[in-house]
């Protein structure tokens, strides 16, 4: 078995998961890394894998990899102190070969970003106060009673 992964312009490489995570990234810092710069994969969902919490693990790949997926080889740039960690795609054009992903990465690397979006959207849904109203509504067994309802089967 295998995934892909993605870098570069328009460039792949297919590996095998049965392996150390320290050999996995090892090989993928070869694709347009510098020897220290730290990397991680987002997957085609949009989820980070966080490699870069485990470069130095002897743990298996397979465990945080699914075979046949393709992922998108990304650089982890740490902040000084309380700056957040930003996520530079590896992969050129981003943007438009996989645009949800590109946004995906943009919140990834802005939390704020997120959360101004989240509270916004919350205040576009919260429920508008219902005013009283002023003819009463019927029931449907009301208006069936009546005659009003009517059900038509079609056959």
């Known amino acids: 078995m ?11 490489v297919l590996l095998n998961p049965y392996c150390q995570i320290i050999i996995l ?7 347009q890394c510098e020897p220290g710069d730290s990397i991680d994969l987002l997957d085609e969902s949009g989820a980070l894998l966080n490699l870069s919490e485990m470069e130095g693990s002897s743990e298996s790949a397979r465990n945080y990899v699914q075979e046949r997926q393709q992922y998108i080889l990304l650089k982890v740039i740490r902040g000084d102190g309380l700056e957040p960690i930003h996520y530079q795609s590896l992969m050129e054009n981003l943007e438009q070969s996989h645009p949800l992903l590109a946004e995906r990465l943009e919140e990834l690397s802005n939390p704020q970003l997120k959360e101004k979006a989240r509270t916004s959207m919350q205040k576009k849904l919260r429920p508008l106060k219902e005013s009283p109203s002023t003819t009463p509504t019927k029931s449907h067994s009301q208006l069936h009673k009546k005659g009003l309802a009517s059900f038509h089967r079609i056959t």
């Open 2 to 12: 295998f995934i892909t992964v993605k870098f570069g312009a328009n460039c792949e």
């Open 25 to 31: 990234t090892e090989y993928l810092k070869k694709c």
